[in-house]
Structure formats: structure tokens, C-alpha cells
């Protein structure tokens, strides 16, 4: 079993930043494929970035590219996710997932956050 515990969100203005914080717990490895995901009001879980098994690849939405990045603190067990720019648009709960099994995570992973709220005002 591996646990996830995200923070790190808030209330911010249009153009600040913010840095989520994953931190894992219980069977966890730097093998495992770790994503942060979000969803807004009335609409779907969307992807935002990813980090891959190993730590061989990054990848992010279109939304999000070259204002957000992803890493992992192995040592801390921890994945990160800072915000630079920030959007209203970017305002949703942030949740972080984890996938020991596949290289590319997607909404099918099997161990998630509870989420933390972003909320981005104008």
C-alpha cells in the first residue's frame, strides 16, 4: 500500500506561484510512475504533469507547459509540483497519484492523494 499526503495549496493572485508537496508513505519507490492530476468545478480529472519511473522522463498538458514542473526528492519521498504563472484557470483540487506498474501514469493509477485545493484569482 502506498499513501499520499499533498499540500502546499492556497489562494493566490493572478501571475503568483505556488509548490504542491506529495509526500509518500509505505511501499514506496522512485520506480514508481507519480502524476498530479487536477479537477475543477463541474468538470472532469485532468492530467497536468508527470514524473517517470526512474525519473527518466517529464511530461505535462499543453495547459500547464513551461509555467509548471515536476520533480522527486527520493531521499524525501516526496514529488513536487511548482507553479509559476499562475492562472484562474489553473484553479481546481490538485491531487497526486502514484502507479508502481506502468511507466506512464493515467487516471487508472491505483493510489491517490486526497487532493489540495488552488484557487487563482484575477
Known amino acids: 500500500q502506498v499513501q499520499l499526503v499533498e499540500s502546499g495549496g492556497g489562494m493566490v493572485q493572478a501571475g503568483d506561484s505556488l509548490r504542491l508537496s506529495c509526500a509518500a508513505s509505505?511501499?514506496?519507490?522512485?520506480?514508481?510512475?507519480m502524476g498530479w492530476f487536477r479537477q475543477a468545478p463541474g468538470k472532469e480529472r485532468e492530467f497536468v504533469a508527470q514524473?517517470?519511473?526512474?525519473?527518466?522522463?517529464?511530461y505535462y498538458a499543453d495547459s500547464v507547459k513551461g509555467r509548471f514542473t515536476i520533480s522527486r526528492d527520493n531521499a524525501k519521498s516526496t514529488v513536487y509540483l511548482q507553479m509559476n504563472s499562475l492562472k484562474p484557470e489553473d484553479t481546481a483540487v490538485y491531487y497526486c497519484?502514484?502507479?508502481?506498474?506502468?511507466?506512464?501514469?493515467?487516471?487508472?493509477?491505483?493510489?491517490w492523494g486526497q487532493g489540495t485545493q488552488v484557487t487563482v484569482s484575477s
Open positions: 497519484a502514484a502507479d508502481p506498474s506502468r511507466v506512464i501514469i493515467t487516471t487508472t493509477a491505483p493510489y
Open positions: 509505505g511501499r514506496t519507490s522512485s520506480s514508481y510512475a
Open positions: 514524473i517517470t519511473r526512474g525519473n527518466i522522463n517529464t
